[in-house]
């Protein structure tokens, strides 16, 4: 496939067109849900990036293979370390690449680097279709940014390296500036894709939080940044890991430009977090999933999901709202929005399975998530629907298995949905932007995977997205799935698309999102040196009744160690919905035992469900289906049968 042959794909979805709407906000009870959208055209194709390195030996990217001397770009899977982000102009895209193979005492043509690729066929004045802004910057210009993790995003960083931490590059207004990683990279009166933007005119400066309580030493481990529409404020992760047990919070804060800190690390100009605050409510038991009801002991409630952040996603377009991932029902990841202001979270996702990357579109209509709906391997666990997320207090990790999961190994089975701003509902699932016959090397090819994050277009009409393409340990070898070739440039594992979406009228140009405090009133501030906050314990150990929100009940119980840890949950359902759909019969348990010195889950189901849906979920009985705390299965079996379709855990190395 020539990479400048646009690929047209006519794909069906379902339903009609939203009126204009304002600044997002979630439909209120009785609201009319619109019909679904109808089905819309979209032409995908790829868009340039730098030629491959042959190998990232140093000096592999010659003259002959690259003639301009501009650099290349790895042929592995993390050729591509994240993004895309388009930029205000409309017509470039920033996308930060693995550079590899320059020549030996070049360490700035070499490892993770940002271009800005242009999406409208035209070419800088060198020729190329791609500029590199961060290649060249001079030592001197870069020498306090932050460096690249050790281990940044699969690729083990080399010891000494000059590496930077220059992920999910974002464009600040006006397009001098970008948050790229952990660093602020400015081009001062220039625009990062203008040609008089030359790495001598290049700064980059590094953001820290600052996490001791005085000041002093390097900041907070950050990732997943997300810069607000603003330009001012800033939103990530912060994750935590305690043996097999992680959490994460999502955080907020206020960027400040500091040009001489007299504390911290390091002691030069640099952006500083302030005014923090965590996107978690450990205070009020409305943003537990579950609770006993103070006024009926015995009583288990079951919440709506509130404060939905989970792995921050960013903002909608407007500003004011945080984009973030709950679990709403049993073995399913979505996402949802949350007001800031009051952290009620409106559910976009529903359909089967793990969502995750999302971006909304310019004027918050349209949501593009990259999701693994078009798959079957999550569904053994996940395609019974309207089961309460109580078992996934344990069994959750199964969803994140590396391999039992939404993905095996690096290989994600993500693609990218089109879903309007209603959500999944009915039968409308949205639409995959490139649907196809799946032929070898089309965009449509299952061996090539979308990869975090979308990008819209300034005007609405364009989602630009990456893939990658499996490669072994994930496939070949022992695996039944034999590792693909590719028919990309040098061989290249990655790619860079667009979908243009032609029957589109483009957005009016200049919706500027004016800088304004953001309060979190249900969140918690955050003071330099404090602890991250402690979510609202769940239901305390117990017998319990729980009533659906439409009918029927069941009888639920909770035990939990020395440690207020829960070590073990069942349920018995009768007759059991939440929303007067799905109705569930049947028992489920998870326990967490000590076997042979390792820790280990039991899980037994036996589920019924009637109403939109028929089937069963069961799991091999005496012993159940046993999982590793990480979701690995280690013993026995897991069947859900859906209106008469088996599914069963995907095949090692499928």
């Excluded at 630009?464 to 070898?477: F, L």
């Amino acid at each position: 496939m020539s990479r400048s042959a646009r690929i047209p794909l006519v794909l069906a979805s379902l339903g009609t067109a939203l009126a204009p709407l304002g600044a997002f906000s979630a439909p209120a009870a009785g609201t009319a849900v619109p019909a679904p959208p109808k089905p819309e055209r979209v032409e995908v194709s790829a868009l340039p990036l730098p030629p491959t390195a042959p190998s990232e030996t140093a000096g592999a990217c010659s003259k002959a293979v690259a003639p301009r001397g501009t650099g290349c770009m790895s042929a592995a899977d993390d050729g591509i370390v994240e993004g895309p982000a388009y930029m205000g102009d409309g017509r470039h895209v920033l996308l930060t690449v693995q550079f590899a193979g320059a020549p030996a005492g070049d360490p700035t043509h070499d490892g993770p680097q940002v271009i800005a690729i242009r999406t409208d066929g035209t070419v800088f004045s060198n020729g190329d279709g791609w500029k590199c802004i961060t290649c060249g910057v001079p030592a001197e210009a870069r020498r306090d940014a932050n460096p690249a993790g050790s281990n940044e995003h699969g690729r083990t960083v080399p010891a000494g390296s000059p590496w930077l931490s220059l992920d999910h590059p974002q464009p600040f207004p006006g397009g001098t500036r970008m948050i790229a990683g952990t660093n602020v990279v400015d081009c001062g009166p220039y625009g990062l894709a203008d040609e008089r933007c030359t790495p001598d005119r290049i700064r980059i400066y590094p953001i820290r939080w600052n996490t001791s309580a005085d000041g002093s030493g390097p900041g907070g481990s950050m990732r997943e940044l997300r810069l607000n529409p603003d330009g001012r404020h800033l939103m990530w992760s912060h994750m935590i890991a305690t043996g097999p047990d992680i959490d994460q919070h999502g955080l907020v804060g206020t960027l400040r430009f500091n040009p001489a800190p007299r504390r911290g690390l390091p002691l030069a100009p640099r952006y500083e977090l302030g005014d923090v605050q965590v996107l978690t409510n450990g205070r009020s038991p409305e943003f537990a999933a579950f609770r006993e009801d103070p006024k009926r002991p015995g009583v288990l409630i079951h919440n709506p999901v509130k404060g939905a952040i989970g792995e921050a996603r960013g903002w909608t377009r407007d500003g004011r709202n945080a984009v973030g991932m709950g679990i709403p029902e049993s073995g399913n990841v979505d996402m949802f929005i949350t007001d800031l202001q009051s952290g009620h979270s409106h559910r976009l996702t529903s359909a089967p399975g793990y969502a995750d990357p999302i971006l909304m579109s310019p004027d918050d209509k349209w949501l593009v998530v990259f999701d693994n709906r078009t798959v079957e391997r999550h569904m053994y666990y996940g395609a019974m629907q309207g089961i309460p997320p109580l078992t996934d207090e344990l069994t959750r990790m199964v969803m994140l298995s590396a391999r039992y999961g939404y993905r095996n190994g690096m290989r994600r089975f993500f693609q990218p949905i089109l879903i309007d701003r209603w959500g999944d509902r009915g039968t409308y699932r949205g639409q995959q932007l490139n649907a196809g016959n799946g032929a070898p090397g089309s965009a449509s090819d299952p061996d090539w995977n979308a990869r975090a994050d979308p990008a819209w277009s300034p005007d609405g009409t364009n989602v630009v997205y990456w893939q990658a393409q499996v490669i072994s340990p994930d496939c070949g070898g022992a695996n039944p799935l034999p590792c693909p070739a590719s028919s990309e440039p040098g061989g290249r594992r990655t790619r860079l698309m667009i979908a243009r979406l032609p029957d589109r009228t483009a957005l009016p140009p200049g919706r500027k999102v004016a800088p304004g405090a953001i309060a979190v009133p249900w969140g918690t501030p955050y003071r330099a040196g404090d602890p991250m906050p402690r979510r609202y314990p769940s239901a305390p150990a117990g017998r319990f009744t729980m009533d659906g929100w439409k009918g029927g009940k069941a009888e639920v119980e909770i035990r939990k160690t020395a440690s207020g840890r829960i070590s073990f949950v069942s349920a018995r359902y009768a007759g059991f919905t939440d929303d007067g759909a799905h109705v569930i019969d049947g028992t489920e348990s998870a326990e967490l035992v000590m076997k042979d010195g390792r820790a280990r889950i039991v899980w037994h189901s036996d589920l019924r469900a009637s109403g939109a849906q028929t089937g069963t979920k069961k799991t091999t009985e005496p012993g159940g289906f046993v999982i590793s705390p990480l979701g690995e299965p280690l013993d026995g079996d897991l069947v859900t049968t859906i209106d008469g379709k088996t599914y069963r855990k995907p095949a090692p190395g499928t």
